[in-house]
């Protein structure tokens, strides 16, 4: 058996990562179409060898996900609320982690921290200034938050019911409508990096 890689998202990877994330989040958290869309706002306009998305595969099984959005590739998260005036920089200037999502049988190995570092090298690689996301405030004891502050984030504000209005099982909630709370958190990609 080999050992896991953190590879960049391909396009045929799109069929086993909409399997895997059913898996992981929730059926229905994300449509084929979504996969798709996600695909293609992940590399810089004009820059499709700039990927920012990154899969972690050992022998060609799909074990985490991380999807980032550059600057210029988003508006807003799946959920709802944002708060772009308590950044320290512009919107324009801002990447976005869309979702992380880990294979139980690698969570708490650092996969995760180490799929958004990948991200990050390649944001700041196209001068992106910062990167937002929004953490799931009930993940499994604090694991999304705690990681994010472990590599420098920021919580700027809390949102209830953020995800109320996306039509999936969350694995916490089950059945639809998500009760879940997002933190809105920043972080500052550091000069030279």
């Given at each position: 058996m080999?050992?896991?890689?953190?590879?960049?998202?391909?396009?045929?990877?799109?069929?086993?990562?909409?399997?895997?994330?059913?898996?992981?989040?929730?059926?229905?958290?994300?449509?084929?179409?979504?996969?798709?869309?996600?695909?293609?706002?992940?590399?810089p306009?004009?820059?499709?060898q700039?990927?920012?998305?990154?899969?972690l595969?050992?022998?060609?099984?799909?074990?985490?996900?991380?999807?980032?959005?550059?600057?210029?590739?988003?508006?807003?998260?799946?959920?709802?609320?944002?708060?772009?005036?308590?950044?320290?920089?512009?919107?324009?200037?801002?990447?976005?982690?869309?979702?992380?999502?880990?294979?139980?049988?690698?969570?708490?190995?650092?996969?995760?921290?180490?799929l958004?570092?990948?991200?990050?090298?390649?944001?700041?690689?196209?001068?992106?200034?910062?990167?937002?996301?929004?953490?799931?405030?009930?993940?499994?004891?604090?694991?999304?938050?705690?990681?994010?502050?472990?590599?420098?984030?920021?919580?700027?504000?809390?949102?209830?019911?953020?995800?109320?209005?996306?039509d999936?099982?969350?694995?916490?909630?089950?059945?639809?409508?998500?009760?879940?709370?997002?933190?809105?958190m920043?972080?500052?990609?550091?000069?030279?990096?």
């Open positions: 080999s050992s896991f890689e953190m590879v960049p998202l391909k396009e045929q990877d799109l069929g086993r990562l909409k399997d895997f994330t059913d898996r992981a989040i929730g059926a229905g958290y994300y449509s084929n179409d979504e996969i798709q869309d996600i695909f293609q706002r992940s590399t306009e004009g820059q499709p700039k990927m920012c998305s990154f899969l595969k050992r022998d060609d099984e799909i074990f985490g996900v991380r999807f980032t959005f550059p600057p210029g590739r988003w508006s807003h998260g799946k959920g709802e609320g944002l708060t772009p005036s308590q950044w320290p920089h512009t919107l324009s200037e801002t990447g976005y982690f869309q979702s992380l999502f880990l294979d139980e049988r690698v969570q708490g190995q650092g996969w995760g921290s180490k958004s570092q990948k991200a990050v090298e390649v944001l700041a690689s196209i001068g992106a200034k910062g990167v937002v996301c929004h953490s799931w405030k009930e993940s499994p004891g604090g694991s999304s938050t705690k990681y994010l502050l472990k590599m420098g984030f920021h919580p700027i504000k809390e949102h209830p019911l953020y995800w109320q209005h996306v999936y099982n969350c694995t916490r909630c089950l059945k639809p409508p998500c009760q879940c709370t997002a933190i809105e920043y972080y500052e990609i550091p000069r030279g990096k």
